[in-house]
């Protein structure tokens, strides 16, 4: 017997239609590529996303089309993720970081008709227009004043939305149709394509307004300093119109001058990025010797949050941090380190060591770690396997069936990632499986050693790879990042590592250079760092 209640199709432009009507006078603030600070409201940008809808359906963009945006966070984009969305067609998120022939790939394989841009990208897109295969026409998300030269088939994005009338009804479709694409930075082979559904972005962004997820509030103000092109910016540009949450679009400007000017001149409660990005905002109030106002709670994710970044922002500038791990096929959120009753009980030095890890999953992710065979292991906290995940906000397959198996038949998606789970569902994230060190047998877990390794208070970035041994197969390597204007000594650092953990867990070796390779979405580029090192030899 079924059930007898409404079908109601969980579709994105709903998001906007709500906060329209709910939170139709809460701001959303953009630091424009232009210059000047703009500021509209949820009842504008929804009324400007049915315009491009409008406009984009009388040029003849149909259902399933793939268009690609080249821009930051900023209420145009959001304008055109919704607008897209709402006439069924596909919004294509690209990661200005990429090299220009990765990019070229991305949008021929995406097969793009359009391509979005901020005019920080003019060049970059100028680069890029002779080797594009499908794009028919060039937006530049800017006014008639500000157009670009040298791109052809251009126009202004306010010229393009002039086109359509801000009363455009939506589209009417399946909530299975795809509304999203995001390529994977893809360190090995080509990148991959996950494509994104309107009901799985619906229902991820409901899971992550959960109090225990992201805890989003119509009170809180949000900035996002995560990008929109980085999985889907976490959710926030989904979830905060979803709660009616006051957004701050940071646009180009990452620094942390930039990032603390808004945080306070705008009275933000609430922010979310990766690691790289807090180490130098975290340096910028360390020289600068500001404040945080108003924020109350920082997400960090992408890679992991080491424990003294953690201390810093909880303990010096009274800064909550929820520790979260996701990825790009996970749309992107798989687990939140909000702490349970039993934790929460527990002082704040036992504490810590919850926050460290990667979190639990909220309802909605199913996880699991498997040995070598797919055997289940077990949930101890100790036993440590690949991690495969399933839900409805995770991936199936790759767009157009690229890449390598990563999907079993039971519907699991193996992540690529090393980690222990515990019977309260905390994960502990130990390695890439590509990154793993196996010294005579047993694992090491780089992350771990990184973590306390940037703990030194001379030590601004660390990484650890393997490197040959003729006993042992591999032992880790230490590479280490000063501080600006700080020196420091092997035996400092071997000296702070000592007691915390394993003996046979210690560097064979330390070495200081002045940076490390970051991948396009800010992680350490371990691939790059291994080959630069691949000639090294051990002392001895
Ligand atoms: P991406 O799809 O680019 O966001 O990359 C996802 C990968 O980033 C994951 O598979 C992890 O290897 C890594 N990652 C994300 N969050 C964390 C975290 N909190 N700690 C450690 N690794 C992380």
Known sequence: MLGLMQEWPLLVHKIIDHASLYHGDREVVTRTTEGPMARTDYRTLARRARQLADALDKRGVANGDRLGTLAWNSARHMECWFGIAGIGAVVHTLNPRLFPEQLAWIINHAQDRMLFFDITFAELVAEL????KSVETYVALTDRDHLPQNIPHLVAYEDLIAEGSGDFAWKEFDEHTACGLCYTSGTTGNPKGVLYSHRSNVLHAMMACATDTLGLSCRDTILPVVPMFHANAWSIAHAGPMVGAKLVMPGPKLDGKSLCELFNGEQVT???????????????????????SHLKRVVIGGAAAPQAMIEVFEKKYGVEVVHAWGMTELSPIGTVGTPTAKVAAQPYERQLDYKVRQGRPPFGLEAKIVDGDGRELPRDGKAAGRLKVRGPAVAKAYFQG????????????????????DGDGYMTITDRAKDVIK?????ISSIAIENIAVGHPAVAEAAVIAVGHPKWGERPLLVVVPKPGRTVAKADILAHLAGRIAKWWMPDEIVFVEALPHTATGKIQKVALRERFADYRLPG
Not at 129 to 132: A, G, I, Q
Not at 405 to 413: H, I, L, P
Request: no cysteine.
């Open 439 to 443: 010294s005579g047998g047993e694992w």
């Open 129 to 132: 227009v002779p080797h594009l």
């Open 270 to 292: 609430m922010t979310a990025a990766v690691p790289t990005v807090w180490m130098a905002a975290l340096q910028y109030l360390e020289q600068s010797g500001e404040r945080f």
């Open 402 to 421: 690229d890449g390598p198996s990563a999907f079993d038949a039971d519907g699991w998606f193996d992540t690529g990632d090393v980690a222990t789970l």
